[in-house]
């Protein structure tokens, strides 16, 4: 099983910025999509940003649009999530999941890691 493991969450102020990590530890991820999604006290799962294994992104939530960036290091195998202009609605357990090749819904990705919380508040 390909284990994935985010970090990068904490507390942070309406308006400020975090970035979150998804890697892997001894499989590669060049193969696979890699896609963040988050899931907020009391609401469903949604899906965030998702990059395709060669490059392409796939933008599931209008809300974040202009605000977060979806970004990988195959060579580290570590994908990121750039969140900037952070809103209280952003508070969630973040996670990151895989799939081979091409970004789909969250009922399609394969794997996925424990998640890391994201609190936004002043």
């Known amino acids: 099983q390909l284990q994935l493991v985010e970090s990068g969450g904490g507390l942070v102020q309406p308006g400020g910025s975090l970035r979150l990590s998804c890697a892997s530890s001894?499989?590669?991820?060049?193969?696979?999509?890699i896609g963040w999604f988050r899931q907020a006290p009391g609401k469903e799962r949604e899906g965030v940003l998702c990059?395709?294994?060669?490059?392409?992104?796939?933008n599931y939530a209008d809300s974040v649009k202009g605000r977060f960036t979806i970004s990988r290091d195959n060579a580290k195998n570590t994908v990121y999530l750039q969140m900037n202009s952070l809103k209280p609605e952003d508070t969630a357990v973040y996670y990151c999941?895989?799939?081979?090749?091409?970004?789909?819904?969250?009922?399609?990705?394969?794997?996925w890691g424990k998640g890391t919380l994201v609190t936004v508040s002043s």
């Open positions: 990059i395709s294994n060669s490059g392409g992104s796939t």
């Open positions: 001894g499989f590669t991820l060049d193969w696979y999509a």
């Open positions: 999941a895989a799939r081979l090749k091409y970004c789909s819904g969250g009922d399609g990705m394969r794997y």
